[in-house]
């Protein structure tokens, strides 16, 4: 019974990643409609595409434990992106407040990650823990492109 509530308590955090890496994509694209910077374009495009490869990796991990992968994404994602449209109508889609705006997402997803290599209840196997730590340096290096970029914006 034990080994059926970790199994279950490991497919829900691999569900928590796997819509945070949906709340990413879908981030990603709402960021490439919002300018006209082919240069964030191209990094936009190319972190969704890390998220959608994190999406299918964690599916995988999730169907190798007899779970179900949950294809939403979170509520607070969907206000996220509304915030985006509402603030660039304001702003005008400048490149700081984007990036800003991308930067806060990444927090989110790092936290996400954060949230679970900490959760010591979690019993994560070998090929598991891999894929999360090669997944959370994907993000980390994401995250810090953009802070790096929303810097030099001002």
């Known amino acids: 019974m034990e080994n059926v509530k970790n199994q279950s308590s490991?497919?829900?955090?691999?569900?928590?990643?796997?819509?945070i890496n949906n709340d990413r994509v879908?981030?990603?694209?709402?960021?490439?409609?919002?300018?006209?910077?082919?240069?964030?374009k191209t990094l936009f495009q190319q972190l969704a595409f890390d998220s959608s490869?994190?999406?299918?990796?964690?599916?995988?991990q999730i169907f190798k434990i007899n779970g179900r992968p949950q294809e939403?994404?979170?509520?607070?994602?969907?206000?996220?992106?509304?915030?985006?449209?509402?603030?660039a109508a304001f702003t005008g889609n400048d490149k700081h407040s984007l990036l800003a705006d991308c930067e806060y997402g990444e927090d989110m997803a790092?936290?996400?990650?954060?949230?679970?290599?900490s959760d010591e209840d979690l019993d994560i196997d070998h090929i598991t823990n891999t894929i999360l730590?090669?997944?959370?340096?994907?993000?980390?290096?994401?995250h810090d492109t953009i802070k790096r970029l929303r810097d030099l914006s001002k």
């Open 133 to 142: 730590v090669n997944q959370k340096q994907r993000v980390e290096q994401g």
């Open 110 to 117: 790092l936290d996400a990650y954060k949230k679970v290599e």
């Open 72 to 87: 939403s994404v979170s509520m607070s994602g969907k206000f996220y992106r509304t915030w985006m449209d509402v603030k």
């Open 53 to 60: 490869n994190n999406i299918n990796e964690l599916s995988d």
């Open 26 to 40: 879908q981030g990603y694209q709402k960021a490439m409609e919002l300018t006209s910077d082919a240069e964030l």
């Open 10 to 19: 490991l497919v829900s955090a691999l569900n928590d990643l796997l819509k």
